[in-house]
């Protein structure tokens, strides 16, 4: 199913597609079709679903909605997304630890995960009528979620290396799934942002309010001169909001499980023995091409985390776009969602390192203009849509560069196999384990600039802390990330030369190699 009927029915022999002799008729039966290759692209919308819903959405919902001091808000957020990181290296342990079913190795994972992550993701939106344990209720569920999803992204993310063997297949399905990964984004900011949306928010603007320092204080005071009934409507949109997309993301699970099949190879794995992951991760963390690639990724990576996770707060309160927010959030997502093609294009004619100096820089200019300039609404959808071009390549990139590592790798450890998740797994670990610190120091740097829960507006010192966290410390992230790309050492000529290596390596033909020769002389 995931690609032409000669590879299916050979198949059942490797992990990869067969090897075929001659080089037209290779890259035919290695070929995915366009419905594979969607169904495949379809399995990453619901981590981008709820993962833009929660990264946009669930700081403002802790503080203004389940209406937590800012402190316990950081700790829910700081400790959901380190233990959400530490999930990551756990799975891919266990992966490596799977035996082979008639379903594939990584297929299980996602599919009996997701049934329940829909309710655990549900009940993160819940307010629940306690007085006391709010925190330890949004803790809990927060970790259980963040622990079923990872089973199955990452899964899902090393399975980038089993629907085929040749570079470009890869890459171009991993365009088709970043197009539907940043359509997720799309997807769930405008679902979280247009049903929230439309509900009304209700907020207090009182000279006292703002006078009070201690946040608890001021949350006694509200709920004495304010019926916190008001806020039902806005809870009865985030759990309706949180239905829709637990819908979704089943619904893309089962398309995922429909229309992709992992491949074997008889060649590459002679028995079903897992891997010794400790060894394994051995080897992956002394690869240097590996280790300088995730550190630059892991400094943009956690710039945008910071744009993320503060932006909602920075449109409604700095530039006053309350009613807005949304709406801008969507337009970053859209225009995103536009330029993947753009991007892979890029890649492909300039190069991948090219690519992410040019892709990533590009937000800098604009992250600074929307923090110097005065509050303008027309200005703030321009930069936006600025925004949204830099996240595609954002968001293309790590998946599209972290193939080419596990090639290299293969090359330097050829009798090495199995470890492909141990790659994606903590790429992904490191990532989220910064997002969790990242999160956790804003919304504490909040709580002590003074934040106000359900304020109109926030005095002076919040604004200041935002514009800092949506502006300064992302560019100086992306700046340092950047400069790290510098030592990243696989660019275009190193690339080709391991897809040749690794031809040679599985045995190709003399009339493949011949072949592969050619376009390695005109490229050079």
């Given at each position: 199913?995931?690609?032409?009927?000669?590879?299916?029915?050979?198949?059942?022999?490797?992990?990869?597609?067969?090897?075929?002799?001659?080089?037209?008729?290779?890259?035919?039966?290695?070929?995915?079709?366009?419905?594979?290759?969607?169904?495949?692209?379809?399995?990453?919308?619901?981590?981008?679903?709820?993962?833009?819903?929660?990264?946009?959405?669930?700081?403002?919902?802790?503080?203004?909605?389940?209406?937590?001091?800012?402190?316990?808000?950081?700790?829910?957020?700081?400790?959901?997304?380190?233990?959400?990181?530490?999930?990551?290296?756990?799975?891919?342990?266990?992966?490596?630890?799977?035996?082979?079913?008639?379903?594939?190795?990584?297929?299980?994972?996602?599919?009996?995960?997701?049934?329940?992550?829909?309710?655990?993701?549900?009940?993160?939106?819940?307010?629940?009528?306690?007085?006391?344990?709010?925190?330890?209720?949004?803790?809990?569920?927060?970790?259980?979620?963040?622990?079923?999803?990872?089973?199955?992204?990452?899964?899902?993310?090393?399975?980038?290396?089993?629907?085929?063997?040749?570079?470009?297949?890869?890459?171009?399905?991993?365009?088709?799934?970043?197009?539907?990964?940043?359509?997720?984004?799309?997807?769930?900011?405008?679902?979280?942002?247009?049903?929230?949306?439309?509900?009304?928010?209700?907020?207090?603007?009182?000279?006292?309010?703002?006078?009070?320092?201690?946040?608890?204080?001021?949350?006694?005071?509200?709920?004495?001169?304010?019926?916190?009934?008001?806020?039902?409507?806005?809870?009865?949109?985030?759990?309706?909001?949180?239905?829709?997309?637990?819908?979704?993301?089943?619904?893309?699970?089962?398309?995922?499980?429909?229309?992709?099949?992992?491949?074997?190879?008889?060649?590459?794995?002679?028995?079903?023995?897992?891997?010794?992951?400790?060894?394994?991760?051995?080897?992956?963390?002394?690869?240097?091409?590996?280790?300088?690639?995730?550190?630059?990724?892991?400094?943009?990576?956690?710039?945008?985390?910071?744009?993320?996770?503060?932006?909602?707060?920075?449109?409604?309160?700095?530039?006053?776009?309350?009613?807005?927010?949304?709406?801008?959030?969507?337009?970053?997502?859209?225009?995103?969602?536009?330029?993947?093609?753009?991007?892979?294009?890029?890649?492909?004619?300039?190069?991948?390192?090219?690519?992410?100096?040019?892709?990533?820089?590009?937000?800098?200019?604009?992250?600074?203009?929307?923090?110097?300039?005065?509050?303008?609404?027309?200005?703030?959808?321009?930069?936006?849509?600025?925004?949204?071009?830099?996240?595609?390549?954002?968001?293309?990139?790590?998946?599209?560069?972290?193939?080419?590592?596990?090639?290299?790798?293969?090359?330097?450890?050829?009798?090495?196999?199995?470890?492909?998740?141990?790659?994606?797994?903590?790429?992904?670990?490191?990532?989220?384990?910064?997002?969790?610190?990242?999160?956790?120091?804003?919304?504490?740097?909040?709580?002590?600039?003074?934040?106000?829960?359900?304020?109109?507006?926030?005095?002076?010192?919040?604004?200041?802390?935002?514009?800092?966290?949506?502006?300064?410390?992302?560019?100086?992230?992306?700046?340092?990330?950047?400069?790290?790309?510098?030592?990243?050492?696989?660019?275009?000529?190193?690339?080709?030369?391991?897809?040749?290596?690794?031809?040679?390596?599985r045995g190709e033909s003399n009339s493949s190699s011949e072949s592969d020769n050619t376009e390695l002389a005109s490229i050079v």
């Amino acid at each position: 199913m995931a690609g032409g009927g000669g590879a299916e029915r050979a198949g059942a022999g490797g992990l990869l597609p067969p090897l075929c002799r001659q080089h037209r008729r290779k890259e035919s039966r290695e070929r995915l079709s366009v419905c594979s290759k969607l169904c495949y692209a379809v399995g990453g919308a619901p981590y981008q679903i709820t993962g833009c819903a929660l990264g946009f959405f669930l700081q403002i919902y802790l503080l203004d909605v389940a209406q937590l001091d800012p402190f316990y808000a950081s700790i829910i957020l700081f400790v959901g997304r380190a233990w959400d990181a530490i999930t990551d290296p756990m799975v891919g342990f266990f992966i490596s630890k799977s035996s082979w079913t008639c379903f594939g190795r990584l297929m299980p994972w996602i599919i009996f995960s997701t049934p329940f992550a829909v309710i655990s993701y549900i009940l993160i939106w819940f307010v629940p009528d306690i007085s006391r344990g709010q925190v330890m209720w949004y803790l809990v569920f927060y970790c259980i979620f963040q622990t079923l999803v990872t089973c199955f992204h990452v899964p899902y993310s090393a399975l980038t290396m089993f629907i085929s063997r040749e570079q470009s297949e890869r890459d171009s399905a991993t365009a088709y799934r970043m197009t539907v990964e940043v359509l997720g984004t799309v997807l769930g900011t405008a679902i979280q942002g247009q049903i929230v949306g439309k509900a009304d928010t209700p907020c207090i603007e009182s000279p006292l309010f703002f006078g009070m320092t201690n946040s608890s204080v001021a949350l006694e005071e509200l709920n004495m001169t304010h019926d916190t009934g008001s806020l039902t409507d806005t809870r009865n949109a985030y759990m309706i909001a949180a239905g829709v997309i637990g819908g979704l993301y089943i619904l893309c699970a089962l398309i995922l499980w429909a229309g992709v099949r992992e491949k074997r190879e008889s060649s590459e794995l002679q028995s079903d023995e897992p891997v010794s992951f400790f060894q394994g991760l051995r080897l992956v963390m002394n690869h240097g091409a590996y280790i300088k690639l995730i550190a630059g990724f892991l400094f943009t990576s956690l710039g945008f985390m910071l744009l993320e996770g503060n932006f909602a707060l920075f449109c409604t309160y700095t530039l006053g776009f309350r009613n807005e927010f949304q709406n801008i959030l969507l337009a970053i997502m859209l225009s995103a969602t536009l330029t993947i093609p753009f991007w892979q294009w890029f890649l492909t004619r300039f190069g991948k390192k090219t690519a992410v100096y040019v892709g990533i820089s590009s937000a800098i200019p604009f992250l600074i203009m929307v923090a110097v300039l005065d509050s303008n609404l027309i200005v703030t959808y321009i930069v936006a849509v600025a925004a949204g071009i830099s996240v595609a390549a954002a968001f293309l990139l790590p998946w599209s560069m972290l193939p080419d590592v596990v090639d290299d790798f293969k090359l330097q450890h050829p009798g090495s196999h199995g470890h492909e998740a141990i790659f994606f797994s903590f790429y992904v670990f490191f990532t989220k384990f910064t997002s969790g610190v990242s999160l956790g120091i804003s919304t504490l740097s909040l709580d002590f600039a003074g934040y106000q829960t359900r304020g109109c507006s926030q005095p002076s010192e919040v604004n200041f802390t935002l514009k800092m966290l949506v502006s300064a410390a992302p560019v100086v992230l992306i700046l340092l990330g950047l400069l790290l790309f510098k030592l990243y050492p696989i660019d275009e000529e190193k690339r080709r030369k391991n897809k040749k290596a690794l031809q040679d390596l599985r045995g190709e033909s003399n009339s493949s190699s011949e072949s592969d020769n050619t376009e390695l002389a005109s490229i050079v």
